[in-house]
């Protein structure tokens, strides 16, 4: 943009120029430039909305699986273009439309509303949170978030769908390089059973994932009435892989049972930057969400 304006404009920007600079770059109304829109197209007109496995749609497409699910679909999934289902990606309806089709449920082939959620924020004066902490760069940003407003965040570490053992334990020393480098504190409960987990949690299907967001958040909870805290969230709230829903309706759930309240406020805007800073910092980036469920079907 900047390049643009010097170019054509002697440098200055007006929303003229930012106008005429997302044109020339192919950028339309919703933010997507050109390959966003391809990825778009081509599932709903080569596998009919979906869904499709990551390694298909990078074939079809001609990326590295890598850059499509660290440049693309973050910003397809938090406006609510593309969503993420245990059997690959399918269209929103938003999505649908998008690239002119029809939802499935309108005679097209759509089941999801591309919901933009954020439709429960529960926001936070002056307190002590124990933020549950899924890894070490999803921290980075959500501890700053809460900090400048004035938050007394502790983390807490209870992650027992993370498989297998090695990669469990790289993403607890993320946690704990993360807690040494912006001076948190951080208490862990390190269950690691994943023939326990498979059978309170991975068996369960469809709703698996919100099985396992709610077992977390339930410890956590738990966690922070037991230590005091008035109030308990969850980095996962700044993750544009995972069922926001679910997180709302988990937290408030668990909220009511132990007697604390839970905070939630839609962090996926801060995606980008806490990959910037864990990378900034060193910290361990992982490539799927935590269960072997989830490493396996980021190739189907
Ligand atoms: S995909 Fe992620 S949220 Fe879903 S069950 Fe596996 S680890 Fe839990």
Request: some cysteine.
């Amino acid at each position: 943009m900047r390049d643009y304006a010097q170019v054509r404009h002697e440098g200055r920007v007006t929303a003229q120029v930012a106008g005429e600079a997302l044109r020339l770059f192919q950028v339309d109304d919703e933010g997507l430039d050109r390959v966003d829109r391809e990825i778009l197209t081509l599932i709903l007109e080569k596998f009919d909305g979906g869904p499709v496995g990551l390694s298909t749609l990078a074939v079809a497409i001609g990326e590295e699986p890598d850059t499509i699910e660290d440049v693309y679909e973050p910003y397809l999934l938090q406006r609510g273009f593309l969503k993420r289902t245990p059997r690959g990606r399918v269209l929103t309806r938003l999505g649908y439309r998008h690239c002119g089709g029809t939802p499935r449920d309108e005679g097209g082939g759509c089941s999801n509303d591309g919901d933009r959620h954020g439709a429960l924020e529960i926001r936070a004066a002056t307190m002590s949170m124990l933020l549950h902490i899924c890894c070490g760069p999803c921290a980075t940003a959500t501890v700053d978030h809460w900090r400048v407003r004035g938050v007394d965040v502790v983390g807490f570490f209870f992650n027992p769908n993370i498989h297998p053992l090695l990669e469990f334990r790289r993403r607890l020393t993320g946690v704990r390089e993360l807690a040494g480098q912006v001076a948190l504190q951080v208490s862990e409960d390190l269950t690691y059973d994943p023939a326990w987990w498979f059978e309170e949690v991975g068996s369960r299907g469809e709703i698996r994932c919100r099985a396992c967001i709610a077992m977390r958040l339930e410890r956590t909870a738990r966690e922070a009435a037991g230590s005091g805290h008035q109030a308990f969230g969850t980095t996962l709230a700044i993750s544009p892989w995972q069922d926001h829903e679910a997180i709302m309706d988990a937290g408030k759930a668990a909220a009511g049972r132990h007697g604390v309240q839970f905070v939630y406020e839609d962090l996926r805007g801060l995606y980008r930057a806490s990959r910037s800073l864990s990378k900034n910092l060193g910290l361990y980036r992982q490539k799927y969400c935590g269960c072997l469920l989830s490493e396996w079907e980021r190739y189907r």
